[in-house]
């Protein structure tokens, strides 16, 4: 399948085992100490794929969703530590606010421009969802001063 902002198809990246649908007996934490686990990395200030990598490289914790049934966000969501924004549009975001700040220094910096605004509308595109899913408020809208002060 091509990619949406480009003409190239792409290659997925690594593929995981088949024998993957049971939490495996090495590993150091049960389902319960796992939940356990990812509540005191929110709250230590994480995010969800932070707390992916933690628990896989610090615990010996493969899959999360395996181990626990659950994802990493619906543990959150349960125990209302759930971000108001979610991680992968805060990132886009941020991604928007680094290219305006290059872009007030080099003006004429015509990839980058065209760079924003393919980010830009995929944030506007994730918003659409998040707002159809729920997961957003209906009058929550991107605007780049708003965006700037939430992250300062």
Do not use: C
Not at 124 to 144: A, F, I, V
């Amino acid at each position: 399948m091509a990619r949406i902002h480009a003409r190239r198809r792409g290659r997925s990246g690594s593929t995981r085992r088949f024998d993957r649908d049971k939490h495996p007996e090495w590993s150091a934490l049960r389902p319960r100490e796992i939940e356990a686990k990812i509540i005191e990395l929110a709250k230590a200030g994480k995010s969800t794929s932070e707390i992916g990598m933690i628990l896989r490289d610090q615990y010996a914790v493969p899959d999360v969703k395996i181990a626990t049934g659950k994802k990493i966000s619906q543990i959150l969501s349960e125990n209302n530590l759930l971000p108001e924004i979610p991680e992968d549009l805060r990132n886009l975001i941020r991604k928007a606010l680094k290219i305006r700040d290059h872009l007030e220094v080099h003006r004429k910096d015509f990839s980058n421009k065209r760079s924003l605004q393919l980010t830009e509308s995929k944030i506007r595109r994730l918003t659409k969802y998040y707002k159809s899913t729920g997961r957003l408020p209906e009058n929550w809208k991107y605007s780049p001063q708003q965006a700037r002060l939430m992250f300062e």
